[in-house]
């Protein structure tokens, strides 16, 4: 699978060696590091960090979170048990 990064270096015609000096390249991961897979020591290279929540009230979920949405019921008929939100 390719990434939209990887599209993005292709697109502009760049190796490995050319992205730190890439100042199109240094736009589009400004604009998309957050959005998109950017390599990590690229971001850094550049000082940059991803923002992990965006917004006054957005909430990242945690495993913990989506356990504790869920309760089981037995099928009474056939003995199994399906996940069923609450």
Known sequence: ?????????????????????????KR??????????VPEWLLA??????????????QIPTAFDSVRMRTFRRDPTNRRCTAHLR
């Open 1 to 25: 699978m390719v990434t939209e990064f990887e599209l993005e270096v292709t697109r502009l015609g760049l190796k490995t060696p050319d992205y730190v000096a890439s100042i199109p390249l």
């Open 28 to 37: 589009w991961c400004n604009q998309n590091r957050n959005r998109v897979y």
């Open 45 to 58: 290279e550049w000082g940059m960090k991803v923002e992990l929540a965006i917004g006054a009230n957005t």
